[in-house]
C-alpha cells in the first residue's frame, strides 16, 4: 500500500537522526511502525484524521491495545525513530459526535428510568460504590455493580474498535492517583456524581443536583485547563480549530443502538409484567432489574463515548483549542429521557398512573432524597473537588470501571482505587467529625 511504503520512507529517512520532528514530537512522543493491514482497519474506523488526534494511539510501554477483551489484537511494532503520516490512524472518538452521543443517552435514560420505576432507586453509581467500602454492601449494590461490570465485555462487539481510548504514558500515574482521590472524595461529600446528580437529580431539577452539577463543570473547565489534560493524553491545541471536526453517526451505529434501547426497555417492561406473578419472589426481580441497569448503563455509556476519557476532558477544555462539545447531547438526551418518570413522580408531568405514584413496581417504596434538600457547604465542596479530580483525568466512577474491566492500564487501575479509597476516607473523616465532642 501506498501509505505503508510512504511510512517505511519516512522512517528510514528519520532513523539516521535519531530523533522526531519538533511539530510530530510535541503531539505524539512515540513513533511506530504499523502494519498495512492495520492502517487500513484504522482509517476506515477514523474518518477525521490530524496531528492532534495523535496521541491517544499508543505508547512504547502500552500499545496499540484492544480495545475490549473480545476484540482481536492488532500488530504494532515499536522503532527508534518512525514517522506516521497525518492522514493515516486517529482515535474516532476525537471529533465531534452529537449523534453518537445523544443515542447513547437515549439508553441511559432507560436504564435510569427503569431503575426508577422497577425497584423506586435512584441510578447513582458512586452511591453503589460507596457502599462497597463504607460497610453498607446491600444485594442489590452487588447486582448493580456486577451488571456494570459485565456490561462493558461486549462493548468491542456492539461498539467497534473505537470504544476506548489508549492512554500514553504523558499521563502519569501521580496525575491519576490525585486525581481519583479528589472525584472519590468529592462524590461521597456531595452524596452522587455524573450519574446521580447530573442525570438523576437534575432531571428532578433538584437545587442540590443543579449546584452540584455547576460546581463540578465550572472547577473540571479550571483543572482541565490549568493542568493540560488533553495535552497529556496527547492532543495539542489548535487554535484555528474551534470545534472538533463533526463525525456523523453510521447506519450500522444507528442500528446498533437502537437495538440495545429495545433490548432494554423490553426487559424492563418484561419485568415489569412479571412483577404481578412472582410477588413472593419479588427480591429475585428486584436482584434482575438491578443488573439489567447497571448492564445496560454500561452499554450506553461506551455507545455515547463517555468510556473516552478524552471525551469528558475534552469538553471540559473548551479553551484547549478543538472544543468537544458532545457531553451536551450525551446530558440533554439522558436527562430529558429521565425527566419524563422524574417530573411524573413529583406530579409536575400526566405520564404516569397513579398507583406507580404511590410505590415503585417491585419494592416497597421509592428511596429518593428530598427534592427541594438544602444546598450544603459539604455538597459544594464536593462538587468542587470532584470537578477538579474529573477535570484532571476525564474520568468519573463509571467510565472508570468500563475501563478497568475492558481497558486495563495501569493508569485507570490507579484512578480507580485511588477513588475507592477517596469515598472510604471522607466516610471515615465524616464518622471522626460526627463522633467528636463539641466544644462549649
Known amino acids: 500500500m501506498q501509505c505503508a511504503r510512504t511510512l517505511r520512507s519516512v522512517s528510514r529517512t528519520l532513523a539516521p537522526l535519531g530523533r522526531q520532528p519538533p511539530a510530530v514530537a510535541s503531539a505524539f512522543p512515540h513513533a511506530f511502525s504499523f502494519q498495512s493491514e492495520d492502517i487500513e482497519s484504522r482509517r476506515k474506523t477514523s474518518p477525521h484524521c490530524s496531528l492532534q488526534n495523535l496521541g491517544n494511539l499508543g505508547n512504547s510501554r502500552n500499545p496499540l491495545r484492544s480495545p475490549s477483551l473480545f476484540s482481536p489484537r492488532r500488530s504494532l511494532s515499536v522503532t527508534s525513530a518512525a514517522l506516521m503520516p497525518v492522514d493515516v490512524i486517529a482515535p474516532a472518538m476525537a471529533a465531534f459526535t452529537p449523534q453518537q452521543a445523544a443515542l447513547g443517552g437515549l439508553i441511559l435514560a432507560i436504564a435510569t428510568t427503569g431503575k426508577l420505576l422497577l425497584n423506586g432507586r435512584i441510578l447513582g453509581i458512586a452511591g453503589g460504590m460507596k457502599g462497597f467500602v463504607q460497610n453498607d454492601i446491600s444485594p442489590w449494590r452487588i447486582m448493580f455493580m456486577s451488571g456494570m461490570i459485565i456490561g462493558t465485555l461486549p462493548i468491542g462487539y456492539l461498539v467497534g474498535p473505537s470504544a476506548f481510548d489508549v492512554i500514553p504514558d504523558t499521563v502519569s500515574l501521580t496525575r491519576m492517583a490525585i486525581s481519583g482521590f ?27 443536583s443543579l449546584a452540584f452539577t455547576a460546581m463540578f463543570m465550572s472547577f473540571g ?44 426497555a423490553t426487559t424492563f417492561i418484561g419485568l415489569a409484567a412479571l412483577a404481578p406473578k412472582m410477588k413472593e419472589q419479588a427480591k429475585l426481580l428486584d436482584n434482575v432489574g438491578e443488573f ?15 468510556s473516552h476519557p478524552t471525551k469528558l476532558a475534552g469538553f471540559l477544555a473548551p479553551f484547549n483549542g478543538g472544543w468537544d462539545p458532545s457531553l451536551i447531547f450525551v446530558m440533554g438526551t439522558a436527562v ?21 405514584k404511590e410505590k415503585p413496581i417491585v419494592t416497597d417504596k421509592y428511596a429518593l432524597p428530598p427534592v427541594n434538600g438544602a444546598i450544603t457547604g459539604k455538597l459544594i465542596i464536593g462538587g468542587i473537588l470532584f470537578g477538579l479530580g474529573v477535570g484532571g483525568s476525564g474520568l468519573c466512577p463509571g467510565p472508570d470501571i468500563c475501563n478497568v474491566i475492558a481497558n486495563y492500564t495501569p493508569q485507570v487501575s490507579t484512578h480507580l482505587g485511588a477513588m475507592l479509597f477517596g469515598l472510604f476516607m471522607e466516610g471515615f473523616v465524616s464518622k471522626q467529625m460526627a463522633a467528636a465532642p463539641v466544644k462549649a
Open 221 to 264: 473547565v479550571v483543572s482541565a485547563t490549568l493542568t493540560g489534560t488533553m495535552a497529556a493524553y496527547g492532543v495539542v491545541p489548535n487554535a484555528a480549530q474551534a470545534i472538533l471536526p463533526f463525525v456523523a453517526a453510521t447506519s450500522a451505529e444507528v442500528q446498533s443502538v437502537l437495538a440495545v434501547a429495545a433490548a432494554a
Open 336 to 356: 430529558v429521557g429521565s425527566a419524563l418518570a422524574h417530573q411524573s413522580l413529583l406530579n409536575r408531568l400526566p405520564l404516569l398512573p397513579a398507583p406507580l
Open 292 to 306: 439489567a441497569a447497571g448492564f445496560y448503563f454500561s452499554l450506553g455509556l461506551a455507545f455515547c463515548g463517555m
Open 182 to 208: 479528589m472525584v472519590g472524595y468529592g462524590a461521597s461529600l456531595a452524596n452522587g456524581c455524573t450519574s446521580g446528580h447530573c442525570i438523576s437529580g437534575n432531571a428532578r431539577l433538584a437545587p442540590r
